[in-house]
Nanobody
Framework: QVQLVESGGGLVQPGGSLRLSCAAS????????IGWFRQAPGKEREGVSC????????YYTDSVKGRFTISRDNAKNTVYLQMNSLEPEDTAVYYC????????????????WGQGTQVTVSS
């Protein structure tokens, strides 16, 4: 049974940092791409970042490039999203997702989702 559990969200001031975690079970991150998505109030869900399993190549949406870093720890079967220089526009519920079919992010269909973790950037 595939399960994804996010953690690490919270309230942070603009310019601050948070590290989100996505603990996976029921499959191995060694073999499948996994991505981070977010949904802000009144907006559609958007892809934030993704990491290939085979080569570790990473992808970022333009608005977070240079501020966010995705990484994975295969031994812990966990993916992280380090978020620095946070802005109020980063406020959203953050989700991790995978499909256990593809190692390559551009082919990710996001079949399995975690429950999400709230990130609020406000002074």
């Amino acid at each position: 049974q595939v399960q994804l559990v996010e953690s690490g969200g919270g309230l942070v001031q603009p310019g601050g940092s948070l590290r989100l975690s996505c603990a996976a079970s029921g499959f191995s991150l060694n073999y499948y791409a996994i991505g981070w998505f977010r949904q802000a109030p009144g907006k559609e869900r958007e892809g934030v970042s993704c990491i290939n399993s085979r080569d570790g190549y990473t992808y970022y949406t333009d608005s977070v490039k240079g501020r966010f870093t995705i990484s994975r720890d295969n031994a812990k079967n966990t993916v992280y999203l380090q978020m620095n220089s946070l802005e109020p526009e980063d406020t959203a519920v953050y989700y991790c997702a995978t499909d256990t079919s593809n190692w390559y992010c551009p082919h990710l269909t996001a079949r399995y989702w975690g429950q999400g973790t709230q990130v609020t950037v406000s002074s």
